[in-house]
């Protein structure tokens, strides 16, 4: 790690500690050179493939995106939407892999969403698995009823105007 005052090519790590959200590495670093003191921020990288096979970093703001689309109108907090780009990262960084196909996020996307809000999760699984008529919408409310069913869980209603 080069100094960023003096331009050294070593330092040594003083204080190694975890973020907040436990995903980096705050380092206090000194430069032996200068004497200067430093911080660095350490993260693993996770980068997405996508269809064109360019690569990109994961990004939850990309995630926060499209997931708000599908979520507009519908009762979701942005704390809700927040916590959701934090389950899909988790689930993505879970696979164990510093490389992942964009097909993979729009997968961890869909369990988290049809948590949150049935409708919103209808609406993104439309456009994720590009439904061409009315019996793959038909198809999809079908499964969400039987795994509501299942599991006992009450329907989730949008809250209506008086």
């Not at 040594?12 to 959200?21: A, L």
């Not at 690569?55 to 916590?83: H, I, M, N, W, Y």
């Not at 959701?84 to 369990?111: D, K, M, N, Y």
């Not at 049809?114 to 999760?121: C, F, G, I, P, Q």
Request: aromatic share 4%; hydrophobic share 35%.
């Amino acid at each position: 790690m080069h100094c960023p005052f003096c331009r050294h090519t070593d330092s040594r790590v003083i204080d190694s500690r975890t973020t907040d959200d436990g995903t980096a590495i705050r380092r206090r670093r000194q430069c032996p050179e200068c004497g200067r003191r430093f911080t660095t921020l350490e993260s693993a990288s996770l980068s997405v493939v996508k269809r064109s096979g360019a690569t990109e970093p994961f990004s939850r703001a990309k995630v926060l995106v499209g997931v708000r689309k599908a979520c507009q109108g519908r009762p979701v907090s942005e704390d809700q939407l927040a916590v959701l780009a934090q389950r899909v990262e988790e689930t993505v960084r879970q696979q164990g892999s510093p490389e992942v196909e964009a097909h993979e996020v729009g997968l961890a996307v869909l369990e988290p969403l049809r948590e949150l809000d049935e409708v919103a999760y209808l609406r993104f699984a439309s456009v994720y698995q590009a439904f061409d008529t009315l019996e793959d919408f038909e198809a999809a409310i079908t499964l969400l009823r039987a795994e509501r069913e299942a599991t006992g869980r009450e329907p989730q209603h949008a809250p209506t105007a008086d």
